[in-house]
């Protein structure tokens, strides 16, 4: 069974890979690129909101500070697309340094607190990058594009993009086997038992957060790369937050496989209703599925996996 | 092997312990007992790191102990369970004990090795055919087990039980003393707890603490404090104890 299920993924995982050189048109390759970064954002943000319990809603700070610092590095010191691509690196480690840094007094607040502390980071973020010129202002900024066809360099960001993808879920699915996960597990039904267990909450709690913040600032980088232009209002919104979350929770936070469904399941939604759906529908059939299962499957989708396989 | 000295811990004007001064010695079971609100849990709360005193100070086999965090003093020895019970729902009994394992002080060979571990505890705590539920499934009996069995996955030294027994029947309370005794016997667990059920309490302890309004009233074998006038008082009332 676990042999069947890992060529399964492999075959999977060959067919995303094999894709670009189907030559498809450039909207379902970067259809394909957003459901990737989502996929990455919700599993990341799954670590600290899903097995730990903190409802992070301000991750959108760190998928944006990936794509400025990648976008700044990139127009300032006019790197060369590789570089460019390398460079997303290093700024999902800022990411991860300022979820150090902000995450030290923030997970010392719990429950909705916490989520409300959150919020405020990613705006004091958004406000201070919209406020400084260096950093691009109001205008944001611009990133010279590769010197190659525009379906050739969109592929290679989607083959990029992928690899994160994988990379994320294979942390994810150590994560939900190790020690640090199942502490995190204990830390979201009973902090105070985890403490009496031995667990050192305080120290989990923000490797989880660094975790959760590295790869969305990773893709932020990416993002920033495939749309050449980055503002503010784009990468920093509170929607892309919000939708983090739902997307988590709507496939099952704390799961591996949760986040993966939740972010699959609502992009295509989103976009589905987007193309062949007036706006007033689409909100109205968006709304009516949360509805649906938040009743029925108060765990998420995952839920519905569950009973189907009898326990 | 754990030494009070002068403990005292307030809420706002209310003295919950005054000067409170107690020490258990390796190998044995010592009771703690006293009336409602006399200051029984937030004793354990202060010795195992969730209150914070404000005067005084904790040693455990000699070291301080006063300034460390909850799970660092876990991690020492001190293992404790909760008067209402606090199980890991949603996680099953094997997950809730062997994640304190995992966490606990001896060195075990990653995610498999704790679950055989874990799968010892739960048997020696009588739990083995529940080990694939979760908490909320079981009957209070066996979500006290639980309780002790999340505990003992830390190997503590030292293992601070309160009210195990409560809300137990009288054979439910035969197989918990019975437990008690095992766990010191089999693993050399200090047993230190608080117990409003009196049969469990003079059967399985060698010494019994009294506490009354925050202050340590006496202290002595079962039936020295059985008979001492002011715990009788601090019971029944003054005029009990005149007769």
């Known amino acids: 069974m676990q042999k069947y299920r890992l060529a399964a993924t492999a075959i999977l995982l060959a067919m995303l890979a094999a894709f670009p050189f189907l030559e498809p048109?450039?909207?379902?390759?970067?259809?394909?690129?957003?459901?990737?970064?989502?996929?990455?954002?919700?599993?990341s943000w799954n670590?600290?909101?899903?097995?730990?319990?903190?409802?992070?809603?301000?991750?959108?700070?760190?998928?944006?500070i990936g794509a400025f610092a990648t976008a700044k590095a990139a127009s300032m010191l006019e790197l060369s697309p590789l570089l460019t691509i390398l460079a997303s690196i290093p700024a999902g480690a800022l990411a991860a340094l300022v979820a150090l840094i902000v995450g030290y007094?923030?997970?010392?607040?719990?429950?909705?607190?916490?989520?409300?502390?959150?919020?405020?980071?990613?705006?004091?973020?958004e406000l201070t990058v919209k406020n400084i010129e260096f950093l691009g202002g109001a205008e944001g900024i611009y990133l010279k594009f590769m010197d190659i066809p525009e379906k050739l360099s969109r592929s290679i960001l989607y083959e990029v993009m992928l690899l994160l993808m994988i990379v994320t879920l294979g942390v994810a699915w150590w994560l939900g086997r190790s020690r640090l996960g199942a502490g995190l597990k204990a830390i979201r039904s009973d902090e105070e038992v985890a403490e009496t267990m031995g667990i050192p909450t305080?120290?989990?709690?923000?490797?989880?957060f660094i975790l959760s913040a590295f790869f969305p600032g990773i893709a932020g980088g990416l993002f920033a790369y495939y749309l050449t232009y980055i503002h503010a209002d784009v990468v920093f919104n509170i929607n892309i937050s919000i939708l983090i979350v739902l997307m988590a929770m709507f496939g099952g936070g704390g799961t591996w496989l949760g986040p993966i469904i939740g972010a699959v399941i609502l992009t295509v939604v989103n976009e589905g209703l987007?193309?062949?759906?007036?706006a007033e529908i689409a909100r109205i059939i968006y709304g009516a599925l949360f509805i649906v299962v938040t009743i029925f499957m108060p765990n998420g989708i995952i839920d519905f996996f569950r009973k189907k396989g009898g326990g | 092997m754990l030494e009070g000295k002068k403990i005292i811990k307030r809420f706002g004007g209310l003295t919950a312990l005054s000067e409170v001064d107690f020490e258990v010695r390796r190998g044995e079971i010592v009771g703690l007992i006293g009336p409602n609100g006399s200051g029984k849990t937030t004793l354990f709360n202060v010795i195992s790191g969730i209150y914070a005193p404000e005067?005084?100070?904790?040693f455990f086999e000699g070291r301080k102990i006063t300034n460390l965090l909850p799970y660092e003093r876990a991690r020492m020895g001190i293992g404790r369970t909760f008067q209402i019970v606090r199980p890991l729902t949603g996680l099953n009994l094997i997950e809730n004990v062997s994640t304190g394992v995992l966490y606990g002080r001896k060195k075990t060979a990653g995610a498999r090795g704790a679950k055989e571990k874990?799968?010892?505890?739960?048997?020696?705590?009588?739990?083995?055919?529940?080990?694939?539920?979760?908490?909320?499934?079981?009957?209070?009996?066996?979500?006290?087990?639980?309780?002790?069995?999340?505990?003992?996955?830390?190997?503590?030294?030292?293992?601070?039980?309160?009210?195990?027994?409560?809300?137990?029947?009288?054979?439910?309370?035969?197989?918990?003393?019975?437990?008690?005794f095992r766990i010191r016997d089999t693993y050399g667990t200090t047993i230190f707890m608080i117990e409003h059920v009196m049969k469990a309490i003079m059967s399985t302890c060698s010494r019994i603490m009294v506490l009354n309004f925050g202050t340590k009233i006496t202290e002595g074998s079962p039936e020295e404090v059985a008979n001492h006038p002011e715990v009788i008082s601090a019971y029944l009332g003054a005029a009990y104890a005149a007769c």
């Open chain 1, 274 to 278: 987007s193309t062949f759906a007036q």
């Open chain 1, 25 to 43: 048109e450039v909207y379902y390759l970067s259809f394909m690129f957003s459901v990737f970064m989502y996929v990455i954002l919700a599993s």
């Open chain 2, 55 to 58: 005067g005084g100070d904790l």
């Open chain 1, 105 to 125: 007094p923030c997970l010392k607040i719990r429950g909705p607190y916490f989520s409300v502390v959150t919020i405020c980071f990613a705006f004091v973020v």
């Open chain 1, 47 to 64: 670590f600290i909101g899903g097995y730990a319990g903190y409802l992070s809603f301000g991750h959108a700070a760190f998928f944006g």
């Open chain 2, 118 to 180: 874990a799968m010892e505890i739960l048997a020696f705590t009588g739990l083995t055919e529940k080990a694939r539920r979760l908490p909320g499934e079981l009957v209070l009996e066996d979500r006290k087990r639980l309780e002790i069995a999340r505990a003992l996955a830390l190997n503590p030294e030292i293992l601070l039980l309160d009210e195990v027994f409560a809300g137990l029947n009288p054979t439910e309370i035969s197989n918990a003393i019975e437990l008690t």
């Open chain 1, 202 to 208: 305080a120290k989990i709690k923000i490797q989880a």
